[in-house]
């Protein structure tokens, strides 16, 4: 990323908030922060409509400084940001004075309630409204740089799913064999978390999952949870030995230098009964159907419609992401920064696609006691259709 990248998306904060009719922007947020900065330090970024934007950092400020794109200073004593607000910003602050509240945003999808009741004492004659979606849609389109970021992570995670077959056998537990593949992408650089922006959702590295372990209902939003190792970790690898002829589900991402990248592939140890192979190239059917209407312009809805009909078509309806009162109402989701970015491919997203979405795409079915199983890809929209930016190779992989 180059310190041109973070001044542009600042400016384009700037225009959207025009557009809107708002006088400025709080950022607080660690991942939204790193977005319009190029850092991750603790503080307040403010964004007036017009003008330069100051990062205010509590914590560490020479690092913001060697790392930040824009201008920084030190917090100090939060009692007094209002009036250093006022301060700095005079003349936006002193043309709201006169004739009406002044008008900020704040990413209200992730700030803490009592962390807005800090800003609204500190700032008790400003009207605050909801910025995040103004903030999601800008971060929803990726330059040239980001998708760099996520054709590495693929890059990574695509010779941690070979490695992952060299070391898979019968007997081996989940565990096991998701903390080799771990291993293996930390080395490649791996950061060691994959960011969520959903309240209580979580994510670990991902999901890899055997037989009815990974059919195991979860608070988790995606169409296979896992067992996980307890109540206290309800989703991803359990304990259990990966047996022969069941689905083994590699749903499993990686994240370089900030972005990630999320694919799943689905591996045997034999050979599986038909019905799940039927499952499986049904899956592979979809995604290839979606594939042909990526382009700029299709809406986000008929994609989701499009893979409901395929799927009540081949009479896999009740197992379509996920079974009964678990499915998940969704085909796929952008990826960058987080693993649950705009657009969602979802009944009511009337996003129409534009070049530089990058969206996860992954059809998968569930049988109870069973197992998973289900592909998926990342792809980036592009002015004439669309790049796949995963590289792991498919099919239904028998070991």
Known sequence: MTLKENVLRIQRLQERLRQSRMDGCMITQNVDLYYFTGSMQTGYLFVPCDGEAIFFVRRSVVRAQEESAITVEALGSFRSFGKRLAEVFSPLFQQAAGSRRLKLAA????????????????????????GSTIVRELRMIKSASEI????EAARVIDLAFEHSLGILKPGMTELELMAGIEQFIRLQGHIGVMRMRGY???VITGMVGAGDAAAT???FDGPAGGRGLSAAVPQSVSRRPIQANEPILLDVGCCI????IDQTRTVVIGDLPEDLIQAYDTSEQILRSVEE??????????????SLLMAHDAGLSGHYM??????VKFL????????DELPVLAKGFSYPLQQGMVIAIEPKFTFPQRGVVGIENSYAITDAGFEKLTVTREGLIRI
């Not at 990413?107 to 909801?130: A, G, H």
């Not at 760099?148 to 054709?151: L, N, R």
């Not at 796929?332 to 693993?339: F, N």
């Open 257 to 260: 230098d900030g972005y990630v």
């Open 217 to 219: 209902p979860s608070y």
């Open 107 to 130: 990413e209200f999808d992730v700030l803490p309630v009592q962390q807005l009741m800090r800003l609204q004492n500190v700032l008790p004659d400003v009207e605050w409204v909801d």
């Open 322 to 327: 996920g079974f009964g009162d678990d499915q």
């Open 148 to 151: 760099a970021c996520i054709k």
């Open 200 to 202: 209580n959702q979580e």
């Open 332 to 339: 796929g989701h952008g990826i960058g920064l987080e693993i």
């Open 293 to 306: 209407m990526l382009r700029p312009g299709t809406v986000c809805e008929r994609l989701y419609m499009h």
